[in-house]
């Protein structure tokens, strides 16, 4: 079946550095991707969108890049904080309308202070 | 704006009792609410997409009479777990989609952590 799918399942990184999670959907119909994050304990948080029109967009501290011709996603953050350590989940809205998102499998970052 | 409020936060009831769990939409109306479960370091799994005055739409797996949705108004969903067992014990997700918005993003709500003892 259709599914979206994470390379890194945990990520650690230094505080100040940069972190790059990726994650690989299947299905090439959908057309709007969202990255959260969620602590633990708590409900997914929304961090960062985009549609399949476009191929990159940045947010504070954030930037999303959409790679169609590979079906690869990536969410990109600067100097990264020990706020930042959370897991983090792609999601794909698989076709037009009102359907639910479809989640990969997160991967746990973990900064370094 | 776009809150998605859960009550209770966390329940603990024995096993073979029922728990409700309610999602509201606190400044915005959805006709359609959607309910995952999430147990520890796995990732969300959509259990039924809720709509507003009709049946809800259960995915694959999920015992529609286990797990009694009702989505009576715009601003509010529930979910029961009926004869609740340890198995059941998970972390309960709400979402929502506001209306007016042109756009796909959910809203999700805090979550509900429930333990069946």
């Known amino acids: 079946g259709e599914s979206v799918g994470l390379h890194l399942p945990t990520l650690s990184v230094q505080e100040g550095d940069n972190s790059i999670i990726n994650c690989a959907y299947s299905?090439?119909?959908?057309?709007?991707f969202i990255w959260y994050k969620q602590e633990s304990g708590k409900g997914p948080q929304f961090i960062i969108d985009i549609r399949s029109n476009m191929d990159k967009r940045q947010g504070q501290r954030v930037t999303v890049l959409l790679n169609k011709t590979v079906k690869h996603l990536s969410l990109q953050i600067a100097a990264t904080q020990p706020g930042d350590s959370a897991v983090y989940f792609c999601a794909e809205n698989p076709t037009s309308g009102n359907t639910p998102l479809v989640f990969g499998k997160g991967t746990r970052l973990s900064v370094i202070a | 704006g776009a809150v998605v409020s859960q009550h209770p936060s966390w329940v603990i009831c024995k096993s073979g009792t029922s728990v409700k769990i309610e999602c509201r939409s606190l400044d915005f109306q959805a006709t359609t609410m959607f309910w995952y479960r999430q147990f520890p370091k796995q990732s969300l799994m959509l259990m039924a997409t809720s709509n507003e005055g009709s049946k809800a739409t259960y995915e694959q797996g999920v015992e529609k009479d286990k797990f009694l949705i009702n989505h009576a108004s715009l601003t509010l969903s529930t979910l029961t777990v009926t004869s609740a067992h340890p198995e059941d014990s998970s972390f309960y997700i709400c979402?929502?989609?506001?209306?007016?918005?042109?756009?796909?993003?959910?809203?999700f709500g805090p979550g509900t952590r429930l333990t069946v003892t």
């Open positions: 299905n090439s119909a959908s057309d709007y």
């Open positions: 979402s929502a989609r506001d209306l007016r918005n042109a756009n796909d993003e959910q809203y």
